[in-house]
């Protein structure tokens, strides 16, 4: 389908350079809400779509989805399954999962095969994860006493203004040219880096003035400059504390060209600029236009410039929707300017959202209905995900963070974080357009990712995962030589009880595709000879691949979270009076228990070198790691993780001596590394205590000429035995392994009629209802029921996702709750 859109609508460029672009993914998340309480759920709803026209992606079909702690460590990791570029889970956020504190925490999500594109692909979204008992003592949430009100503030109203406020311009098309008349754009922010507001004056270099600016919008504006030759020029701003700052504009060229783009009544003009010394020396010059989206080349046009300046109209109808790259090179295919242009698209679709009511009653049953379909009323085939939320008080902000489409059709086409992106997508907002265009023109118009793209005769390190592969080879007892035609037999005790069985290459390698393991499971791997006989050594690869490196840093302080929105003030004072007045503790809140007993530390009493070695300490907010070798290479950083066959420090030649226990010695020099290996496998990180290390002369001091490479030392609960192996026991792994994550169903109990516990939970829960997969039949339409909470409250529905025809949808309605 994307192929006869684009042969219809480009020329041959297109099919020209389409062999070097690679197949891309972007990954979006719809989740239930963005502010949770301690002890809550998240749910989340995956659009894994293929990155140049937001079709669903049938590509990768395990989605790395984590959970990040403020203090950058990845607490939760599900794998979770895609199907047709679509799959779904979920979250526990409790004190056993790793949310030892209220504050800022990140969700991202990625596939294996994304890694390849660098960190811009990634899908990121920031969760908020308040403890509302600890912030009724801290703040005392006296709404009155703060003298606040949701009515009376705006979207400015509540923040530290600092006077360190960070200013940049952002000529149009990429730089200033003497004489010729240009748009220069502003964005200012503060060393928080929320927007700021300014006003300012424009002075050249003699003090004289020359033109006055005013931010219009999220610390964003823009002004008009003419450049006078050989003038340069600096900006005096004044912030809202009234302090002055004192700023050099961009330098001046004598010569050149550059775009710029207009909006006049219904046309969108662009506009090609030069001065006369420009012309003087190239008389006439070739310049060609090329559009391009998400870095595919839709067509370019060639021009003859005879006079400073031309003009043409922008050919939105030929371009798809989102942001275009507009760029103009001379005749020596140099780029000269660049635009970014945001092309808006009116589609044949009418998608809606309702509820049989607008009022209900506490506990009430309600009906949603959701309708897909064109403008003449055919059925749209889409997959949708409906979000139904307690507001607990609060307004729904319009500008708030991101959704659907503002991330496939803006925020993951431009660098850094958007203030708001929602913003630019309301389309009750009359000057979303131009705002967006002041976003495109200062944050846009920093390096665009699309131009970083590898080719596809790059080496791509990160392979597509189609599935669960089991992998691994088998070599010989002793020497590295492998083992072909052994038999390997693997059994997988899950949901059911499975067998497989294959036989090795001429390297030795055997491979399992696409095995089912959801949830823990367990394996075994034996192999054998033709004779039936245990025979070999099994090596087993990584099941699944490492975390990507984690670079996001949140906020722990509650106060400071909760103080810096009247909203978010509000929001937690509603939930917690929810609480209070049904009796409900959150599930973090466990009723005091007193404990007597001597205090017994494992780690002292394993540990008889402990001032001697650095070491690493496991607990709780430790990560989660798929197997000992990872574990090594995360507690040691100066060990050499390039390899796990000889387990060495970076500039060791010889690998280093194990000790496990005090007790089990793996020495390099009299064991093989494969065997040191496979001794090695058996460990489960889950059942480490401590890892110890030393790489220096106390290494030797304390354990001879075996520790010449440096020492480890393992320590492991209690009780956790790793005895010696057999010969039989080499060609055999038993391990658990960790499938595709098992995600729950959401529950929604008949508060009619039922009066448990657990729908005491549900009666003031703050997520009402969550289905992912909302899919119209074939008359487009699609129904579902659920129960109100108990609580008089206004209600969020919210309906997100994509069409077939790859259209991102959102949609919003509400109701209110009354007895």
């Keep these: 389908m994307f192929l006869l859109i684009v042969l219809a609508t480009t020329t041959w460029l297109f099919a020209q350079e389409k062999e070097h672009i690679p197949d891309i993914e972007k990954v979006y998340l719809h989740t239930d809400r963005s502010t949770y309480v301690l002890g809550e759920s998240l749910w989340y709803k995956a659009y894994l779509v293929y990155a140049y026209n937001n079709l669903l992606f049938n590509h990768s079909t395990i989605l790395y989805v984590e959970l990040i702690s403020p203090d950058s460590k990845i607490i939760s990791r599900n794998k979770t399954k895609l199907i047709g570029g679509l799959g779904h889970g979920d979250f526990k956020l409790t004190d056993s999962m790793g949310i030892k504190k209220p504050g800022v925490y990140q969700i991202r999500a990625y596939t294996n095969w994304i890694q390849n594109f660098g960190d811009d692909f990634v899908f990121k979204k920031d969760i908020e994860i308040i403890d509302v008992f600890e912030t009724e003592r801290i703040a005392n949430l006296n709404i009155e006493a703060l003298g606040l009100s949701i009515k009376e503030e705006d979207e400015n109203t509540i923040q530290t203004i600092k006077s360190n406020i960070d200013i940049q311009f952002f000529p149009e098309g990429g730089s200033l040219i003497e004489n010729v008349s240009s748009v220069v754009a502003f964005k200012a922010v503060d060393n928080h880096g929320n927007p700021a507001k300014v006003q300012g004056q424009i002075l050249d270099a003699h003090g004289e003035l020359v033109t006055m600016f005013l931010s219009v919008h999220d610390g964003m504006g823009k002004f008009q400059l003419k450049p006078q030759q050989g003038m340069q020029y600096y900006a005096k701003i004044i912030d809202e504390t009234n302090a002055e700052i004192e700023v050099s504009l961009p330098k001046v060229s004598s010569q050149g060209y550059l775009?710029?783009?207009?909006?006049?009544?219904?046309?969108?003009?662009?506009?090609?600029?030069?001065?006369?010394?420009?012309?003087?020396?190239?008389?006439?010059?070739?310049?060609?236009?090329?559009?391009?989206?998400?870095?595919?080349?839709?067509?370019?046009?060639?021009?003859?410039?005879?006079?400073?300046?031309?003009?043409?109209?922008?050919?939105?109808?030929?371009?798809?929707?989102?942001?275009?790259?507009?760029?103009?090179?001379?005749?020596?295919?140099?780029?000269?300017?660049?635009?970014?242009?945001?092309?808006?698209?009116?589609?044949?679709?009418?998608?809606?959202?309702?509820?049989?009511?607008?009022?209900?009653?506490?506990?009430?049953?309600?009906?949603?209905?959701?309708?897909?379909?064109?403008?003449?009323?055919?059925?749209?085939?889409?997959?949708?995900?409906?979000?139904?939320?307690?507001?607990?008080?609060?307004?729904?902000?319009?500008?708030?963070?991101?959704?659907?489409?503002?991330?496939?059709?803006?925020?993951?086409?431009?660098?850094?974080?958007?203030?708001?992106?929602?913003?630019?997508?309301?389309?009750?907002?009359?000057?979303?357009?131009?705002?967006?265009?002041?976003?495109?023109?200062?944050?846009?118009?920093?390096?665009?990712?699309?131009?970083?793209?590898?080719?596809?005769?790059?080496?791509?390190?990160?392979?597509?995962?189609?599935?669960?592969?089991?992998?691994?080879?088998?070599?010989?007892?002793?020497?590295?030589?492998?083992?072909?035609?052994?038999?390997?037999?693997?059994?997988?005790?899950?949901?059911?009880?499975?067998?497989?069985?294959?036989?090795?290459?001429?390297?030795?390698?055997?491979?399992?595709?696409?095995?089912?393991?959801?949830?823990?499971?367990?394996?075994?791997?034996?192999?054998?000879?033709?004779?039936?006989?245990?025979?070999?050594?099994?090596?087993?690869?990584?099941?699944?691949?490492?975390?990507?490196?984690?670079?996001?840093?949140?906020?722990?302080?509650?106060?400071?979270?909760?103080?810096?929105?009247?909203?978010?003030?509000?929001?937690?004072?509603?939930?917690?009076?929810?609480?209070?007045?049904?009796?409900?503790?959150?599930?973090?809140?466990?009723?005091?228990?007193?404990?007597?007993?001597?205090?017994?530390?494992?780690?002292?009493?394993?540990?008889?070198?402990?001032?001697?070695?650095?070491?690493?300490?496991?607990?709780?907010?430790?990560?989660?790691?798929?197997?000992?070798?990872?574990?090594?290479?995360?507690?040691?950083?100066?060990?050499?993780?390039?390899?796990?066959?000889?387990?060495?420090?970076?500039?060791?030649?010889?690998?280093?001596?194990?000790?496990?226990?005090?007790?089990?010695?793996?020495?390099?020099?009299?064991?093989?590394?494969?065997?040191?290996?496979?001794?090695?496998?058996?460990?489960?990180?889950?059942?480490?205590?401590?890892?110890?290390?030393?790489?220096?002369?106390?290494?030797?001091?304390?354990?001879?000429?075996?520790?010449?490479?440096?020492?480890?030392?393992?320590?492991?609960?209690?009780?956790?035995?790793?005895?010696?192996?057999?010969?039989n026991d080499l060609s055999t792994i038993k391990q658990q392994v960790e499938g595709y994550h098992e995600a729950r169903l959401f529950y929604v109990p008949n508060l009619e009629t039922s009066n448990s516990n657990l729908d005491a939970k549900a009666a003031i829960r703050n997520t009402l209802y969550w289905n992912p997969y909302v899919h119209p039949d074939k008359t487009g339409v699609s129904q579902m029921e659920y129960y109100n909470s108990a609580v008089e409250t206004n209600v969020k529905v919210t309906l997100e996702g994509l069409t077939a025809t790859g259209i991102p949808v959102v949609v919003k309605t509400g109701y209110t709750i009354k007895k």
Excluded: C
């Design 259 to 727: 775009l710029s783009y207009r909006q006049i009544k219904d046309q969108n003009i662009l506009t090609v600029k030069t001065n006369s010394e420009t012309l003087l020396n190239q008389p006439n010059p070739l310049l060609t236009i090329r559009y391009a989206t998400r870095a595919v080349p839709y067509f370019e046009e060639t021009l003859s410039l005879e006079e400073t300046s031309l003009s043409i109209e922008l050919p939105k109808s030929d371009l798809p929707e989102g942001i275009s790259q507009i760029t103009l090179y001379d005749a020596q295919s140099r780029p000269q300017s660049e635009r970014l242009v945001y092309v808006e698209k009116i589609h044949d679709l009418k998608v809606e959202i309702s509820t049989d009511k607008t009022a209900y009653k506490p506990k009430e049953k309600v009906v949603v209905n959701v309708s897909s379909k064109s403008n003449t009323g055919e059925a749209v085939l889409a997959s949708y995900s409906l979000s139904i939320t307690d507001l607990n008080g609060i307004t729904d902000e319009k500008s708030g963070g991101s959704n659907i489409s503002s991330y496939f059709l803006m925020e993951s086409d431009i660098r850094g974080n958007v203030h708001h992106p929602k913003y630019y997508f309301d389309v009750d907002n009359p000057s979303r357009l131009q705002h967006l265009d002041l976003l495109l023109l200062t944050q846009g118009w920093r390096d665009f990712l699309w131009k970083k793209l590898p080719e596809v005769t790059d080496s791509l390190d990160f392979k597509v995962e189609k599935g669960i592969n089991i992998t691994g080879r088998v070599n010989q007892l002793f020497g590295e030589k492998p083992i072909e035609g052994n038999d390997v037999d693997l059994v997988i005790f899950n949901k059911s009880f499975e067998t497989f069985k294959t036989t090795t290459d001429n390297l030795g390698k055997f491979s399992f595709n696409d095995v089912m393991i959801t949830g823990k499971g367990r394996m075994i791997l034996t192999t054998k000879n033709k004779k039936g006989r245990n025979n070999g050594i099994l090596v087993l690869d990584s099941i699944f691949k490492a975390p990507m490196d984690v670079n996001f840093t949140g906020n722990t302080n509650v106060a400071t979270n909760l103080g810096t929105s009247s909203e978010k003030v509000l929001m937690s004072k509603n939930i917690y009076k929810k609480h209070v007045a049904f009796e409900v503790l959150p599930d973090n809140i466990l009723d005091e228990v007193e404990i007597v007993g001597k205090k017994t530390d494992i780690s002292e009493e394993v540990n008889i070198h402990e001032k001697m070695f650095q070491g690493y300490v496991v607990d709780e907010s430790s990560p989660k790691f798929a197997n000992i070798f990872e574990m090594l290479t995360y507690a040691i950083p100066s060990l050499d993780g390039n390899t796990r066959d000889l387990i060495k420090f970076g500039r060791n030649t010889g690998g280093s001596l194990i000790v496990i226990n005090q007790t089990r010695i793996l020495d390099p020099a009299e064991e093989r590394a494969d065997m040191i290996v496979d001794y090695l496998s058996e460990i489960q990180p889950d059942d480490v205590v401590k890892i110890e290390y030393d790489n220096s002369v106390l290494a030797t001091m304390m354990f001879g000429n075996q520790a010449k490479n440096g020492v480890i030392l393992i320590t492991t609960k209690p009780n956790t035995n790793f005895e010696k192996k057999s010969r």
